[in-house]
Every structure is written in structure tokens, then in C-alpha cells.
């Protein structure tokens, strides 16, 4: 994911006087060139240039465009930032060219994390930086700073009991084998179980995903109901093409959306439609239903302005093990006895009148998906960690896997061994609080029979 | 100016010495002059930790070092199979030179008086030292007052049942000055510590031990020493029995320690043989040393059987271990209590924090060992000389030193049971070698005219020829495994060390190395990307510690701060981000949140 450019604004939206957006990642200076004019043909870092951004032949906003080359910039990447009259729609129809030229939405705290990740800051700084950023947009404690539970909090104490289990050795070995004739013998195995244990829940992990992509949220229907309307609508942009033509939408098309600060994976799908249509629609539509398969939650949309039909009746089936939502679109054209219709055809669902064109009534999707944070029981109970917790989670499983990797090969002198055990103390005391060289001690002493 | 010293142990003479060198009129007073620079129990100097502080000691022109070498029988570096930050040099010495030694050298020392005279009082004037009164009724004026009592103040010895007051066997203990020390105010603590018997050597049957020779080429500790120095003793190593454990067992009630006499804490790495068959009953057999207490006579120290048991106990013990069934005692093992002050009342520069130019260094503040000893004494003295001048103190940070290290642990957060240093004490261990001692530590001490210019020229000659080797090594190239690279990445490899190097390349890359050469372009090389983080860490801490805190932050607007976090920062009202991370139960995330708060609030003056 690090290849890609991300795009995000960095000034509070709906302030007044000036925007600010920020652009990371290698294309950050192509895409600029895109979209804004004129520029010189050498752009010197660090300076501002004054231009325009156009949208094909249309002048959006004036604006003036820095760029930084990595690895002097705040991510460490090259970076570009663009200054332009703070006006959420014309911010949101550049944040959308932006995303249309190549780059994505940056998830929240992601240009942190990328300036972690290159050293530019330390690991601290981020989790500070971080901490502000998701105190902003979450509303509640859903994944609270040093909240470790459940399985993860196990893993972690093993990890940690393992660790200085380690430590304790190596520095028995360091300060009083020769003196002191004493053998420690090595426990690497109880590090190699905690470490498996760590990478087992990083990497199978819910939160994995939910951090990286967000929840999967599929939208799903018949043929030319409005799900690329509803789609635009909830991303406020115009990413997907909508057509009055059946089966405009031919594959899938995917987008981030940010619900109080958590990442959500949105998908419009093609249309289904049964049996018709040329080949590429139907591998579209094999798509659709594998997409469904995959989804976290669907939103069900069907027309009320036209008769339900046999179709509708079969994506529904598709989706009775799934957490879903049914939108009747249309209802600026609905009809009563349709509306009644579908009550009547799934009596298990609550039926939700929007209008995706005018944006009526949207709320309850958006509702819908922030609920969804809340029932996820895997998600939000047992393995959350909110994303510096995971940064340092990772960063210890590579110490860790180094620490055996040392232990096994037994080529570098203890005192590397023990450095690197160090630094992994050093990583773990930043989840659950220090460990000083007197509990090492404290250990050393316990365990081994030292003195004259 | 003047500086008084109390007590010519470890700490006392390294403090008078360093004041006389700095241009004091320094007294050095002590009970009696022929046990000046004892060594109360083991014969030996060094070892892992103490070691590295003895080279630091060296660097700083102190005298251990070079009585260590002038005096050392047996010399051993240990750690060599690890890696250059953990090798410590050790040496066996002879006790009665070592003392000698010692006081001859100080009796040659411009500007340093030896007196012999109990000292029972410090006089306090204005919350200043000003004096040392003695037991005779002489008042002695000072311009600052050192207090290196060891083990005596109000020292008990205990053997079994029978105790009796001492400041180490056969010494009178310091009665007047514990109870003056109390009176000025501070807060006492109350320690024990033990030694083991001594033994005849004829009536050890030696073919039962394992020998420990002494290292060939034997090295010295000091940059002074040019004689050669020799291994002129061997050590042995023994082992107890079931049946030492079952005698023990036995009659572990008659032991003052478990009988409840000695409430003192004593170290936990330095347990008699009773609180080690106590404490681990599952091992069938303790190691011990039998060591040489000197060259002219027959005293044998058996380094790990500390005891506090009756005499005749210690004798069924030692009929228990074949070998020493026929051994004849020649002084019994005991276990003695002191006072010593609680350090956290001490300054970084170890003055007292209640009353000015008094400073306190050694066993008194409640460490152990002859090497922390010495090293705090060099310290106390130099900053005793800086006081009185109305200098700044002189301060070792915990990276440029493991006194630092030590200095900075006591005083921060004092002790509750006798200190001793470990390289795990130090999280800058691969800096803190013996290797590179000079280079961290020479400029200080050439400053403050501890060393001599030429002593540090040499020394700086030496480094740079090493420096130059090691830019060489990242030019010149050599083949491995099929691929040309440059010799510093090949010595970086896991594994590789420089004899290897060498081999590989085909022909020696320095002439007449030395131990320390090749240990130092090894740590440079091989813990290059260690030191470059540790460095760093260094950097941003000590950025951390100057930003400033506004008087009048509200610590309640702070964001991600515990409210538990909040009050106590409310309470302490630290004034800078360094002082915020030193208030315990303040996390370097509540740190971290206070620093972006600051730079939110000043950048978008909101
Ligand atoms: C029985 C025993 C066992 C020990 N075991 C260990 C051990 O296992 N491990 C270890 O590391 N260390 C041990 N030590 C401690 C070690 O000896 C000390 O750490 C070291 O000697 C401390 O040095 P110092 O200079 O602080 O004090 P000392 O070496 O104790 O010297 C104190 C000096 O002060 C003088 N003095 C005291 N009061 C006065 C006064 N009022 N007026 C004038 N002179 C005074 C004394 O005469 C003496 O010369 C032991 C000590 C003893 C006595
Ligand atoms: N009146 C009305 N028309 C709507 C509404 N929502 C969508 N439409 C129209 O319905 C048509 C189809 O909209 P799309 O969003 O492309 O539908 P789709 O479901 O994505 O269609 P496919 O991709 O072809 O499956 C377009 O002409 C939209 O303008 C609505 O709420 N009211
Ligand atoms: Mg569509």
C-alpha cells in the first residue's frame, strides 16, 4: 500500500480563508502537473509556484502549489501541497480529480504513519500526531489509546514475559557466566511461541484489514436502481460514470470513506441482471456475487419507482447471512403500492425510502455503516488496536523474528543479542509500561544462584 | 582552600588524590594509617562492570588502576569469547602490597596530608560544612568535607550468636560521627553485608580444585603502567556438597540473619552460603574460588562461602568439602551491619542536597565494592575542588560513562539494598567499553588537570591511529564468497572478527595491535548501527529535557492525558519536558502529548 500516492486535506474542512491539500507519494509531482497550469518545466522544492487548477477546459481555483523531494518532506516521500480558496465543494471536486489522476484518499493518520515508517519521526511523535487525529473524528472510546484486551492482551503479556525471560538470560550469561560458572541455557522457544502467537493475530486479523482498508461495504442490486448514485453521493464525488443505461457500471469500483475516524472500503458493484447481456458483463456480475461474499455488510438497494422483480428476489437470497441494509431508491418517483410491495416481499427488513439523486434521506446508510463498527464483536472486543499499537505491534514481531533469527544462527556476540532484546523491551515497555534494568536484575537474581 | 577527607579507604584516597592534584590542600584522615586503602574483603580488582570503571578511574588519572597493576598476581580478562563492550579486565592482587603500595604513593603526593585521627564530628556553619571535628577536641577548618566512612559508621560484626561493634574485623567502628550524621538530619539506612574465612594454604589438599590460571599475555588496567606485569598465583575453583547443604540445613538457626539479629539489608548478588542453600535448595553444589590473599603469606580466601554461622559450623562446613576437610581457619567468615545515608539526598555532583560543600562517596552511600567506591571518591573529590572555587560542577552523563551511570542511579532513585554496578545498568552498554575509555573521558580529565598533557596526547595518538585504520577499512576491498566488498563490511558480517579479517585479507592491517586495538575498530565496526540509534535517542532526549513548559499551561487541556497523568503533572509543575518524563507514572506518550500540545498551541496560537 505504500506505493500508492494518498491525497487528503490537511486543514480542518469549513474553515474559512484557505485549504490546504496535501499529496504523498511518488506521482504527487505528475499529478500536480496534471491538473494545475502553468508550471515551469523544473519545479524547485520547496518554493511556491502560483497557478490554476483545471478540470479539462474549466478554471476550478486559483491556487499556489509546493512540492518537497523525498526525503526532505513531513512523510519522507515526495510530497506536493496545494493552497486554494477553502470551499468544501470545490476542495472535494479537487481531492476528487486528485484521486481520479492516479492517487488515493489517505487513511486517517497515514501520512503519519508514512513519515514513521521513513524515519522521520519517532515512533511517539506518530502515535501523539495520531492520537489527535482520531480524537478529532471518533466519537467514541472505541479503540482508546493503551486498551489492549482479550486475546491480544494475552498475546502481548506472553510477549512480554518471554522477552524479559530473555533478557534475564542473556544478562546472566553477559555479567556472571565466566565468573560465576553459571550456564543459562536459552529459552528461545518461549519467544518463538509468543512471536507466532503475534504474528498470528497481526496477520490473520480483523483489524488488519479495518485499518488498512476499512470495513467492506458492498453495494448491491438490480440493474440501474441508483447504486452508483448512492455510491457518489456517500463520497461526495464523482468517481463512478452513472448512466440511465442498464448495466453502465460493468466491473466494480471501490472507495474509502472515513465514519468517525475508521476506515470503511466501499464498493459499487455492477448490476445484476439475469441472464443477458455480452461476456463482460456477465464476468462482472460473477464479481458482484464474489464481492458480496467478501462483504462485511451490503447495502440492498431496489427501485420503487418500478415493479420489483425476480432478480431482486435472487440478490436478496444472496445475501441472508450477511449484516444488510434495504434502500428503495427512487422515492422522489416512488409509488405507494410499489413501496408496499417491498415491505411486503421482505417482511425481515426495515424498508428505508432515499433518494440517491437529491440525497434525501442518506443518513441512513451512513448510520447503518457506523453501526456496523459497534457489532463487530471480533473487531471492536477481543483483537482492536488502534493504529500505533499495531505500528509497534509490527515493529516487535521484527524484533522478535531477528532476536530468534540471532539466537539460532548463535554468529553475533551476546551483547548484540542482548541489545537487540533491549530494543524489543524497549518496544513492549511503550504498550505496557517500562521494564528497567533493575526487573531484569531482580530476575537475574531470583533465578541464578550469583554471588561469592 | 582546603578539602577534608574522612576515611582513607577506596573512596577517601582517590578523593584526597584528585583534590591534592587539582591544586587543594587536601587532608586525608583516617583511623589508622597502616590500614589505609584496605581491601575489607576479596583480594581482587576488576571484573565485568567494575572492570570498565576501573579503566574510567584511569582515564580520569585515579590511582586504583595503577595499584591494581603494581600489586596485581593474577590477570585475567573476562568475556573474551563475547563481544568488546562486555570484555572487563580483573586482576588478583596482593593485599598487603596493595596498601603499602598505596600509602607510599600518597605519601608522595605535593599538597596531600595523611593524618591519623578519628573523626567524630562535621562542623556546620550558615548550612554549610566548614570543619571536621576530631575525637581529640581539634577542630579542622575545610573549604569542603568528604565523608568516605565505608562500613563503619556504627558498624556491627556478627559471628553467630556473638556480635559486637566494629568497622571491620579487629577496626573500631565510628560511633560519634553515625550519631552526628543522624543529627545533621539525614535519613539513614541500615545495610550488612558478609566476607568469607580465610584458610591456611598448607592445609588445603589442592589436588581436589580445578586451577583458574591467570590470562598469558596478562594485561594491565592502566595507560601508567609500563613494567610488565605477571601472573604470579594461581586460582581454584571447588565446589560444596549434599552435605554442606545438610550442615547448613541443620543449623541455619544459629545464623544471626535468619535468627532475626541482623535486620540489615544485605545484596542479593552477594548471598552467603546460607541464603544460597536457602534460596536454592534444588542445586546439589555451589562453586567457590580459593584465592591467594598475597605473595608473603599463606592466607587463602574462599571467595563464596560468606557466612555468618558460628565458628564452629563454619568448620563442619568446610570438613564437608573434600579437599578442605583438613583446612586449618585462620579467620573466621563474618557478616557486618552500618549505617550509610539514603544517596537520593545527594546531588548529581554528590553534595549534599541540605547542606552545602559536604559531600559523601563510597560504601557510606550505600553501594558496594571497592570500584564504585573509587570511582565515586574521584568524583566527590574533583567537585569538592570545583565548589570551593565557585565552579560548576563536573557531572558524567549516562552515556559517557558507567560512573555516570552510577552516580545518576543512586542519586535519582537512591537504594534499598547495597549497590553494585552491571552493564545491564547501563542502556548504552556498546558505548561504555574499556576500549574506548579515553576517547569518552580524556578531554574531560585534561581539563580539569587530572591527566597530564602528554599522558593525553599519547593516549589521542593511539585513538587516531585506530580511527585511521577503521576509514581505511571502508576503502579497501577484499573478495568473500565470490563478491568483492569492502573490509568494514566484511568485519560487520555476524561472526567475522578481525584476526579473521586479517587472514581473509592476507597481511595484518595494524602492527603491534593490542587488545584494546582490535576490541575498539571491533565495537566501531560491528556496533556501528547500534551506536548510530542509541546516538539518536541521546539527541532527541536531550531536546526533549530544554523544551520548555509554560508556567501557565493548563494541564487539563492537554489532550490523551489520564486524568490520573494530569493531576500529577498539576501538582509537580515541571518546568521543562525533561523534568514532566521524570515524574513517575508520567508515560513518554503523556510526554509526547504534551510536546505536540505545545507545538499546536504556539504554531496556531489558538
Ligand atoms: C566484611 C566486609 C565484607 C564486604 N564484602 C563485600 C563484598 O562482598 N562485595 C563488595 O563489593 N564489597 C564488599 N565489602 C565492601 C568493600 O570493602 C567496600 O565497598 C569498600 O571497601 C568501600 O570503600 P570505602 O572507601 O567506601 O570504605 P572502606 O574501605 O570501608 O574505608 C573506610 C575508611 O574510613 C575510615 N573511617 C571511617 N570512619 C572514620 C572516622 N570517623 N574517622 C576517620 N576515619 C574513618 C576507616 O578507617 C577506613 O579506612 C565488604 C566490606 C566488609 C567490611
Ligand atoms: N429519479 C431518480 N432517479 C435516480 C435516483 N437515483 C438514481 N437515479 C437514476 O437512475 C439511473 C441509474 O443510476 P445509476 O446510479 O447509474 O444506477 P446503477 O444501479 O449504478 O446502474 P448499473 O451500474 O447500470 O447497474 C440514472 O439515470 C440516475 O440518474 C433517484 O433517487 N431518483
Ligand atoms: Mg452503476
Given at each position: 500500500?505504500?506505493?500508492?500516492?494518498?491525497?487528503?486535506?490537511?486543514?480542518?474542512?469549513?474553515?474559512?480563508?484557505?485549504?490546504?491539500?496535501?499529496?504523498?507519494?511518488?506521482?504527487?509531482?505528475?499529478?500536480?502537473?496534471?491538473?494545475?497550469?502553468?508550471?515551469?518545466?523544473?519545479?524547485?522544492?520547496?518554493?511556491?509556484?502560483?497557478?490554476?487548477?483545471?478540470?479539462?477546459?474549466?478554471?476550478?481555483?486559483?491556487?499556489?502549489?509546493?512540492?518537497?523531494?523525498?526525503?526532505?518532506?513531513?512523510?519522507?516521500?515526495?510530497?506536493?501541497?496545494?493552497?486554494?480558496?477553502?470551499?468544501?465543494?470545490?476542495?472535494?471536486?479537487?481531492?476528487?480529480?486528485?484521486?481520479?489522476?492516479?492517487?488515493?484518499?489517505?487513511?486517517?493518520?497515514?501520512?503519519?504513519?508514512?513519515?514513521?515508517?521513513?524515519?522521520?519521526?519517532?515512533?511517539?511523535?506518530?502515535?501523539?500526531?495520531?492520537?489527535?487525529?482520531?480524537?478529532?473524528?471518533?466519537?467514541?472510546?472505541?479503540?482508546?489509546?493503551?486498551?489492549?484486551?482479550?486475546?491480544?492482551?494475552?498475546?502481548?503479556?506472553?510477549?512480554?514475559?518471554?522477552?524479559?525471560?530473555?533478557?534475564?538470560?542473556?544478562?546472566?550469561?553477559?555479567?556472571?557466566?565466566?565468573?560465576?560458572?553459571?550456564?543459562?541455557?536459552?529459552?528461545?522457544?518461549?519467544?518463538?511461541?509468543?512471536?507466532?502467537?503475534?504474528?498470528?493475530?497481526?496477520?490473520?486479523?480483523?483489524?488488519?484489514?479495518?485499518?488498512?482498508?476499512?470495513?467492506?461495504?458492498?453495494?448491491?442490486?438490480?440493474?440501474?436502481?441508483?447504486?452508483?448514485?448512492?455510491?457518489?453521493?456517500?463520497?461526495?464525488?464523482?468517481?463512478?460514470?452513472?448512466?440511465?443505461?442498464?448495466?453502465?457500471?460493468?466491473?466494480?469500483?471501490?472507495?474509502?470513506?472515513?465514519?468517525?475516524?475508521?476506515?470503511?472500503?466501499?464498493?459499487?458493484?455492477?448490476?445484476?441482471?439475469?441472464?443477458?447481456?455480452?461476456?463482460?458483463?456477465?464476468?462482472?456480475?460473477?464479481?458482484?456475487?464474489?464481492?458480496?461474499?467478501?462483504?462485511?455488510?451490503?447495502?440492498?438497494?431496489?427501485?420503487?419507482?418500478?415493479?420489483?422483480?425476480?432478480?431482486?428476489?435472487?440478490?436478496?437470497?444472496?445475501?441472508?447471512?450477511?449484516?444488510?441494509?434495504?434502500?428503495?431508491?427512487?422515492?422522489?418517483?416512488?409509488?405507494?403500492?410499489?413501496?408496499?410491495?417491498?415491505?411486503?416481499?421482505f417482511p425481515e427488513e426495515t424498508v428505508h425510502l432515499i433518494s440517491a439523486k437529491n440525497g434525501d434521506n442518506?443518513?441512513?446508510?451512513?448510520?447503518?455503516?457506523?453501526?456496523?463498527?459497534?457489532?463487530?464483536?471480533?473487531?471492536?472486543?477481543?483483537?482492536?488496536?488502534?493504529?500505533?499499537?499495531?505500528?509497534?505491534?509490527?515493529?516487535?514481531?521484527?524484533?522478535?523474528?531477528?532476536?530468534?533469527?540471532?539466537?539460532?544462527?548463535?554468529?553475533?556476540?551476546?551483547?548484540?543479542?542482548?541489545?537487540?532484546?533491549?530494543?524489543?523491551?524497549?518496544?513492549?515497555?511503550?504498550?505496557?509500561?517500562?521494564?528497567?534494568?533493575?526487573?531484569?536484575?531482580?530476575?537475574?537474581?531470583?533465578?541464578?544462584?550469583?554471588?561469592? | 582552600?582546603?578539602?577534608?577527607?574522612?576515611?582513607?579507604?577506596?573512596?577517601?584516597?582517590?578523593?584526597?588524590?584528585?583534590?591534592?592534584?587539582?591544586?587543594?590542600?587536601?587532608?586525608?584522615?583516617?583511623?589508622?594509617?597502616?590500614?589505609?586503602?584496605?581491601?575489607?574483603?576479596?583480594?581482587?580488582?576488576?571484573?565485568?562492570?567494575?572492570?570498565?570503571?576501573?579503566?574510567?578511574?584511569?582515564?580520569?588519572?585515579?590511582?586504583?588502576?595503577?595499584?591494581?597493576?603494581?600489586?596485581?598476581?593474577?590477570?585475567?580478562?573476562?568475556?573474551?569469547?563475547?563481544?568488546?563492550?562486555?570484555?572487563?579486565?580483573?586482576?588478583?592482587?596482593?593485599?598487603?602490597?596493595?596498601?603499602?603500595?598505596?600509602?607510599?604513593?600518597?605519601?608522595?603526593?605535593?599538597?596531600?596530608?595523611?593524618?591519623?585521627?578519628?573523626?567524630?564530628?562535621?562542623?556546620?556553619?550558615?548550612?554549610?560544612?566548614?570543619?571536621?571535628?576530631?575525637?581529640?577536641?581539634?577542630?579542622?577548618?575545610?573549604?569542603?568535607?568528604?565523608?568516605?566512612?565505608?562500613?563503619?559508621?556504627?558498624?556491627?560484626?556478627?559471628?553467630?550468636?556473638?556480635?559486637?561493634?566494629?568497622?571491620?574485623?579487629?577496626?573500631?567502628?565510628?560511633?560519634?560521627?553515625?550519631?552526628?550524621?543522624?543529627?545533621?538530619?539525614?535519613?539513614?539506612?541500615?545495610?550488612?553485608?558478609?566476607?568469607?574465612?580465610?584458610?591456611?594454604?598448607?592445609?588445603?589438599?589442592?589436588?581436589?580444585?580445578?586451577?583458574?590460571?591467570?590470562?598469558?599475555?596478562?594485561?594491565?588496567?592502566s595507560m601508567h603502567t609500563r613494567a610488565k606485569v605477571k601472573n604470579r598465583v594461581c586460582c581454584y575453583l571447588?565446589?560444596?556438597?549434599?552435605?554442606?547443604?545438610?550442615?547448613?540445613?541443620?543449623?541455619?538457626?544459629?545464623?544471626?540473619?535468619?535468627?532475626?539479629?541482623?535486620?540489615?539489608?544485605?545484596?542479593?548478588?552477594?548471598?552467603?552460603?546460607?541464603?544460597?542453600?536457602?534460596?536454592?535448595?534444588?542445586?546439589?553444589?555451589?562453586?567457590?574460588?580459593?584465592?591467594?590473599?598475597?605473595?608473603?603469606?599463606?592466607?587463602?580466601?574462599?571467595?563464596?562461602?560468606?557466612?555468618?554461622?558460628?565458628?564452629?559450623?563454619?568448620?563442619?562446613?568446610?570438613?564437608?568439602?573434600?579437599?578442605?576437610?583438613?583446612?586449618?581457619?585462620?579467620?573466621?567468615?563474618?557478616?557486618?551491619?552500618?549505617?550509610?545515608?539514603?544517596?537520593?539526598?545527594?546531588?548529581?555532583?554528590?553534595?549534599?542536597?541540605?547542606?552545602?560543600?559536604?559531600?559523601?562517596?563510597?560504601?557510606?552511600?550505600?553501594?558496594?565494592?571497592?570500584?564504585?567506591?573509587?570511582?565515586?571518591?574521584?568524583?566527590?573529590?574533583?567537585?569538592?575542588?570545583?565548589?570551593?572555587?565557585?565552579?560548576?560542577?563536573?557531572?558524567?552523563?549516562?552515556?559517557?560513562?558507567?560512573?555516570?551511570?552510577?552516580?545518576?542511579?543512586?542519586?535519582?532513585?537512591?537504594?534499598?539494598?547495597?549497590?553494585?554496578?552491571?552493564?545491564?545498568?547501563?542502556?548504552?552498554?556498546?558505548?561504555?567499553?574499556?576500549?574506548?575509555?579515553?576517547?569518552?573521558?580524556?578531554?574531560?580529565?585534561?581539563?580539569?588537570?587530572?591527566?597530564?598533557?602528554?599522558?593525553?596526547?599519547?593516549?589521542?595518538?593511539?585513538?587516531?591511529?585506530?580511527?585511521?585504520?577503521?576509514?581505511?577499512?571502508?576503502?579497501?576491498?577484499?573478495?568473500?564468497?565470490?563478491?568483492?566488498?569492502?573490509?568494514?563490511?566484511?568485519?560487520?558480517?555476524?561472526?567475522?572478527?578481525?584476526?579473521?579479517?586479517?587472514?581473509?585479507?592476507?597481511?595484518?592491517?595494524?602492527?603491534?595491535?593490542?587488545?584494546?586495538?582490535?576490541?575498539?575498530?571491533?565495537?566501531?565496526?560491528?556496533?556501528?548501527?547500534?551506536?548510530?540509534?542509541?546516538?539518536?535517542?541521546?539527541?532527541?532526549?536531550?531536546?526533549?529535557?530544554?523544551?520548555?513548559?509554560?508556567?501557565?499551561?493548563?494541564?487539563?487541556?492537554?489532550?490523551?492525558?489520564?486524568?490520573?497523568?494530569?493531576?500529577?503533572?498539576?501538582?509537580?509543575?515541571?518546568?521543562?519536558?525533561?523534568?514532566?518524563?521524570?515524574?513517575?507514572?508520567?508515560?513518554?506518550?503523556?510526554?509526547?502529548?504534551?510536546?505536540?500540545?505545545?507545538?499546536?498551541?504556539?504554531?496556531?496560537?489558538?
Open positions: 500500500m505504500d506505493d500508492d500516492t494518498i491525497v487528503a486535506l490537511a486543514t480542518p474542512p469549513g474553515r474559512a480563508g484557505i485549504a490546504l491539500i496535501r499529496i504523498s507519494g511518488s506521482q504527487s509531482e505528475g499529478i500536480v502537473r496534471k491538473i494545475i497550469g502553468p508550471l515551469p518545466a523544473e519545479l524547485e522544492a520547496r518554493r511556491s509556484y502560483h497557478g490554476f487548477i483545471h478540470h479539462q477546459d474549466r478554471r476550478i481555483d486559483e491556487c499556489l502549489t509546493v512540492i518537497f523531494k523525498a526525503p526532505r518532506s513531513y512523510s519522507g516521500e515526495d510530497m506536493a501541497e496545494i493552497s486554494l480558496h477553502s470551499n468544501l465543494f470545490v476542495v472535494e471536486e479537487v481531492i476528487g480529480l486528485i484521486c481520479a489522476c492516479g492517487a488515493r484518499s489517505a487513511l486517517p493518520g497515514e501520512f503519519t504513519f508514512r513519515a514513521f515508517k521513513n524515519g522521520k519521526l519517532d515512533l511517539l511523535q506518530a502515535e501523539a500526531v495520531n492520537d489527535l487525529i482520531l480524537a478529532n473524528s471518533r466519537a467514541g472510546a472505541l479503540m482508546q489509546f493503551n486498551n489492549l484486551e482479550g486475546r491480544l492482551s494475552k498475546t502481548v503479556a506472553s510477549l512480554r514475559a518471554a522477552l524479559v525471560q530473555a533478557a534475564i538470560q542473556i544478562e546472566t550469561r553477559i555479567e556472571f557466566a565466566e565468573d560465576q560458572h553459571i550456564e543459562a541455557t536459552e529459552t528461545a522457544g518461549d519467544l518463538t511461541a509468543a512471536a507466532v502467537a503475534l504474528e498470528k493475530i497481526l496477520g490473520q486479523s480483523r483489524f488488519n484489514e479495518i485499518l488498512n482498508q476499512g470495513l467492506h461495504v458492498v453495494i448491491a442490486g438490480r440493474v440501474n436502481v441508483g447504486k452508483s448514485s448512492l455510491f457518489n453521493a456517500l463520497l461526495l464525488k464523482e468517481r463512478s460514470i452513472i448512466s440511465a443505461l442498464p448495466g453502465t457500471t460493468r466491473d466494480y469500483i471501490q472507495e474509502n470513506l472515513v465514519l468517525d475516524g475508521f476506515p470503511f472500503h466501499i464498493t459499487d458493484m455492477a448490476g445484476i441482471r439475469a441472464g443477458s447481456g455480452d461476456d463482460i458483463e456477465k464476468q462482472g456480475m460473477e464479481l458482484s456475487l464474489a464481492k458480496i461474499a467478501q462483504a462485511d455488510a451490503v447495502l440492498f438497494m431496489v427501485d420503487a419507482s418500478l415493479p420489483l422483480a425476480e432478480t431482486d428476489m435472487q440478490i436478496y437470497k444472496l445475501l441472508a447471512t450477511k449484516k444488510r441494509l434495504l434502500l428503495a431508491n427512487k422515492s422522489d418517483m416512488a409509488h405507494a403500492d410499489i413501496v408496499r410491495s417491498v415491505k411486503d416481499a442518506l443518513d441512513v446508510a451512513v448510520n447503518f455503516m457506523k453501526s456496523l463498527l459497534r457489532q463487530m464483536p471480533e473487531a471492536c472486543g477481543q483483537t482492536v488496536v488502534n493504529f500505533r499499537q499495531k505500528i509497534l505491534l509490527e515493529k516487535l514481531l521484527k524484533k522478535m523474528k531477528r532476536i530468534e533469527q540471532m539466537q539460532i544462527e548463535g554468529l553475533e556476540a551476546t551483547e548484540v543479542v542482548a541489545e537487540e532484546i533491549r530494543q524489543g523491551l524497549g518496544l513492549i515497555g511503550e504498550l505496557t509500561g517500562t521494564i528497567t534494568p533493575g526487573d531484569i536484575l531482580q530476575g537475574v537474581f531470583a533465578k541464578f544462584c550469583i554471588g561469592k | 582552600m582546603r578539602v577534608v577527607v574522612i576515611g582513607g579507604g577506596h573512596a577517601g584516597i582517590e578523593a584526597a588524590f584528585a583534590a591534592a592534584k587539582m591544586g587543594a590542600d587536601a587532608v586525608l584522615l583516617t583511623m589508622h594509617l597502616d590500614t589505609i586503602a584496605q581491601m575489607s574483603c576479596n583480594p581482587s580488582i576488576g571484573g565485568i562492570a567494575k572492570g570498565h570503571l576501573v579503566k574510567e578511574i584511569d582515564a580520569l588519572g585515579g590511582i586504583m588502576p595503577r595499584a591494581a597493576d603494581a600489586t596485581g598476581i593474577h590477570f585475567k580478562v573476562l568475556n573474551r569469547s563475547k563481544g568488546p563492550a562486555v570484555r572487563a579486565t580483573r586482576t588478583q592482587n596482593d593485599k598487603v602490597a596493595y596498601r603499602d603500595f598505596l600509602k607510599r604513593f600518597l605519601e608522595n603526593v605535593p599538597n596531600l596530608s595523611l593524618y591519623q585521627a578519628m573523626a567524630d564530628e562535621i562542623v556546620v556553619r550558615n548550612g554549610r560544612a566548614c570543619g571536621v571535628r576530631l575525637s581529640d577536641g581539634e577542630v579542622l577548618g575545610a573549604d569542603a568535607v568528604i565523608v568516605c566512612s565505608g562500613t563503619f559508621l556504627a558498624g556491627r560484626i556478627f559471628i553467630g550468636s556473638a556480635s559486637y561493634a566494629a568497622g571491620r574485623a579487629n577496626e573500631p567502628p565510628s560511633l560519634q560521627l553515625a550519631e552526628n550524621i543522624r543529627d545533621l538530619g539525614f535519613a539513614i539506612l541500615r545495610l550488612k553485608t558478609g566476607t568469607p574465612m580465610r584458610l591456611h594454604a598448607d592445609s588445603i589438599n589442592w589436588k581436589n580444585f580445578s586451577p583458574q590460571p591467570g590470562d598469558e599475555p596478562p594485561l594491565p588496567f571447588g565446589h560444596t556438597t549434599t552435605a554442606v547443604a545438610r550442615v547448613i540445613g541443620e543449623n541455619l538457626h544459629l545464623s544471626p540473619l535468619y535468627s532475626g539479629q541482623i535486620r540489615g539489608v544485605g545484596p542479593r548478588y552477594c548471598p552467603s552460603i546460607e541464603d544460597k542453600i536457602v534460596k536454592f535448595p534444588d542445586r546439589e553444589r555451589h562453586h567457590f574460588y580459593l584465592e591467594p590473599e598475597g605473595l608473603n603469606n599463606k592466607e587463602i580466601y574462599v571467595n563464596g562461602l560468606s557466612s555468618s554461622l558460628p565458628v564452629e559450623i563454619q568448620i563442619k562446613i568446610l570438613q564437608a568439602i573434600p579437599g578442605l576437610d583438613q583446612a586449618r581457619m585462620m579467620r573466621p567468615a563474618y557478616a557486618i551491619e552500618y549505617d550509610a545515608i539514603q544517596p537520593s539526598q545527594l546531588t548529581a555532583s554528590l553534595e549534599s542536597r541540605q547542606i552545602g560543600n559536604l559531600f559523601f562517596a563510597g560504601q557510606v552511600n550505600g553501594t558496594s565494592g571497592y570500584e564504585e567506591a573509587a570511582g565515586q571518591g574521584l568524583m566527590a573529590g574533583i567537585n569538592a575542588v570545583l565548589k570551593a572555587r565557585g565552579e560548576a560542577p563536573f557531572v558524567l552523563d549516562r552515556q559517557e560513562a558507567y560512573v555516570g551511570v552510577m552516580v545518576d542511579d543512586i542519586v535519582r532513585s537512591g537504594v534499598d539494598e547495597p549497590y553494585r554496578l552491571f552493564t545491564a545498568r547501563a542502556e548504552y552498554r556498546l558505548q561504555l567499553r574499556e576500549d574506548n575509555v579515553f576517547e569518552r573521558l580524556g578531554g574531560h580529565a585534561l581539563r580539569l588537570g587530572l591527566v597530564s598533557r602528554r599522558d593525553h596526547d599519547r593516549e589521542m595518538r593511539k585513538l587516531d591511529k585506530r580511527q585511521r585504520l577503521i576509514k581505511e577499512l571502508s576503502r579497501t576491498r577484499a573478495h568473500i564468497e565470490g563478491k568483492s566488498e569492502t573490509l568494514f563490511k566484511i568485519l560487520q558480517r555476524p561472526g567475522m572478527d578481525f584476526a579473521a579479517l586479517e587472514a581473509l585479507y592476507g597481511q595484518p592491517l595494524l602492527k603491534n595491535k593490542t587488545l584494546t586495538d582490535v576490541s575498539y575498530i571491533e565495537a566501531c565496526v560491528k556496533y556501528q548501527g547500534y551506536i548510530d540509534i542509541q546516538k539518536r535517542e541521546v539527541a532527541k532526549t536531550k531536546k526533549l529535557a530544554k523544551t520548555a513548559i509554560p508556567a501557565d499551561l493548563d494541564f487539563m487541556m492537554v489532550d490523551g492525558l489520564s486524568s490520573e497523568v494530569r493531576q500529577k503533572l498539576a501538582k509537580a509543575r515541571p518546568r521543562t519536558l525533561g523534568e514532566a518524563a521524570r515524574i513517575p507514572g508520567v508515560t513518554p506518550a503523556a510526554v509526547n502529548a504534551i510536546s505536540i500540545h505545545l507545538t499546536l498551541k504556539y504554531k496556531h496560537g489558538s
